[in-house]
């Protein structure tokens, strides 16, 4: 069937569609815990050590025996100090440690009491002037983590919070997958690289290539190992072969431009002397076409993602397309469709295109979403402006006061 005559395919039959397709195992490597931001857990981590690894207090205080504080004014003799990261000696009846936030809790008590409700008497005497329950600010060992617990499942993607936890129980190197190794170019004779224009000034008719920038630190944020080819030349010949340089080296070959239904192009000709390809018509906007296949190499293939050249398309099909097709490539776990959030329309929108369509909204101060003037595939300002996108439903009228499904760029964008 012609491609223009075939049906668009949903958003979600797209995604499974790639979510099917076989995935290679990267290889693991070891890393100082310290340079493993980005990447993803080979295997499950378990603690060796409980955490906290003992009692130890929450305040600075005196330890008591919770016992001999029943009266609210207990006299009790100062009989040690124990600072964070010394142990001190059993605590006697009718005695009390001075302690300090962190520090552990001596043998023999069982509650500390801040020093705001105390008085130094003498130096050597203190006035409790609180009836402590058992426990109080005592933090327990193995609140936290109980020794031998699984803290980060395989195919966690390491952000600062599960490396501090990594950290916290003493793990000084981690297995991740190997970076997926990425190659991107870029069509269009019209293209111009900023600082390159001829005299300093656009020719008619040329337009910046801002994909390069949008899409190589949209990669960069995943963590993936990069060869940027550049504006590659609008020949079949030139096409050809730097897909076959790239497949050599890279797990997953990506372009911008040049997937539009009918266009005078050589990237579908050039993928399918290649390899193999599917043009896909996405019933999605901005972004409806999308390029999806493989290009051969001696030992298997490298996967081939074609993305429209309007920028806003193209920054829309790599968040909503590209970024969990990459996820599973490098082994992360876990469920990669964007987070949507229900929120309030303060804006109209009455008529809905037949496509599912992701509008371009600002959170305003009275929790509801502005929507972008101008919802043009090409306007980036709405992505730099917006906080985020609206999912919006085929034929789907919004008025202001609608709940609409809100999926902020923050939770996309690495
Ligand atoms: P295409 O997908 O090649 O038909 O391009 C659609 C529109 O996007 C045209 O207006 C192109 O000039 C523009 N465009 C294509 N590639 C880029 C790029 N790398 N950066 C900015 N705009 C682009
Ligand atoms: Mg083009």
Not at 114 to 125: G, K, R, T
Not at 154 to 179: D, I, N
């Amino acid at each position: 069937m012609n491609a223009a005559k075939r049906p668009m395919l949903t958003v979600r039959e797209a995604l499974d569609f790639m979510a099917a397709a076989p995935r290679q195992a990267l290889k693991a490597e070891i890393v100082p815990t310290l340079d493993a931001n980005g990447r993803v857990l080979a295997e499950a981590k378990a603690s060796a050590i409980n955490v906290p690894s003992a009692d130890n207090t929450q305040m600075d205080g005196y330890a008591v025996r919770a016992a001999d504080c029943v009266s609210g004014a207990a006299t009790l003799r100062v009989s040690q100090r124990i600072p964070a990261g010394h142990v001190g000696e059993a605590l006697q009846p009718g005695c009390a440690a001075r302690i300090f936030t962190g520090a552990m809790i001596p043998e023999g008590a069982d509650a500390v009491v801040m020093q705001e409700q105390c008085e130094a008497v003498a130096p050597d005497m203190v006035r409790v002037l609180h009836a402590p329950q058992p426990g109080e600010w005592i933090r327990r060992a193995g609140e936290d983590i109980v020794a031998g617990s699984v803290i980060l499942a395989a195919g966690t993607r390491l952000r600062s919070q599960e490396l501090g936890l990594a950290a916290s129980v003493g793990l000084a190197h981690l297995s991740v997958y190997r970076r997926l190794r990425v190659a991107v170019f870029f069509t269009g004779d019209e293209l111009t690289m900023p600082g390159e224009a001829p005299g300093g000034k656009l020719a008619p008719g040329a337009v910046y290539n801002s994909n390069r920038f949008t899409l190589r630190a949209l990669l960069e944020n995943l963590g993936c190992s990069l060869t940027d080819y550049g504006i590659v030349p609008d020949t079949l010949d030139a096409t050809r072969a730097t897909l076959r340089a790239a497949a050599r080296e890279h797990d997953l070959i990506i372009t911008s431009g040049g997937v539009s239904v009918g266009e005078e192009d050589h990237i579908k000709p050039a993928v399918e002397a290649e390899g193999r390809l599917d043009m896909w018509q996405i019933a999605v906007k901005p972004g409806k076409p999308l390029a999806f296949g493989e290009v051969r190499r001696d030992d298997g293939c490298a996967y081939f993602l074609g993305l429209p050249g309007n920028p806003v398309s193209s920054f829309i099909t790599f968040l909503l397309f590209v970024r969990p097709f990459i996820l599973r490539l490098q082994g992360a776990a876990g469920d990669f469709a964007p987070r949507a959030y229900a929120m309030r329309s303060d804006f109209h929108w009455p008529r809905p295109d037949r496509r599912n369509e992701f509008l371009r909204v600002r959170i305003n101060d009275g929790g509801g979403l502005d929507l972008f003037p101008n919802q043009g595939s090409g306007v980036l300002t709405s992505t730099v402006w917006g906080d985020g996108l609206v999912d919006n439903a085929p034929g789907q009228a919004i008025a202001p006061g609608d709940m609409v499904r809100f999926i902020p760029f923050s939770g996309l964008l690495y």
